[in-house]
């Protein structure tokens, strides 16, 4: 079943988005759950996961500023995005595995297509 992303779009540097991903199934489930992103010409960075049991971990560049959560019951994972900057611009995807959670790409085996975020 294929993840969805939304809520992606163009910011001036300071303001906020809310990205949502629809994942059917997998967080009720009790995947782990991952936002990544990719910018042109960069590989593509962990961001935020949160694993099973609700925890989250923060890349060292979004700490304080973006926030991953989920709805259990709608199986939609979150993430506010907060005072962005320049540097955040990039396509953001969200990802499922059954990892025990943190950045590694190849703990995640489903994938969104991904939505834009462009911060200038």
């Known amino acids: 079943v294929q993840l969805v992303e939304s809520g992606g779009g163009s910011v001036q540097a300071g303001r906020s988005l809310r990205l949502s991903c629809v994942a059917p199934?997998?967080?009720?489930?009790?995947?782990?759950m991952g936002w990544f992103r990719q910018a042109p010409g960069n590989e593509r960075e962990g961001v935020a996961v949160?694993?099973?049991?609700?925890?989250?971990s923060y890349a060292d560049s979004v700490k304080g500023r973006f926030t991953i959560s989920r709805d259990n019951t709608k199986d939609i994972l979150y993430l506010q995005t907060n005072s962005l900057k320049s540097e955040d611009t990039a396509v953001y995807l969200c990802?499922?595995?059954?990892?025990?959670?943190?950045?590694?790409?190849?703990?995640?085996?489903?994938w969104g297509q991904g939505t834009q975020v462009t911060v200038s």
């Open positions: 199934g997998y967080i009720r489930a009790g995947y782990c």
């Open positions: 990802a499922a595995g059954r990892g025990i959670g943190g950045f590694e790409i190849d703990q995640y085996t489903y």
């Open positions: 949160i694993d099973g049991e609700g925890n989250a």
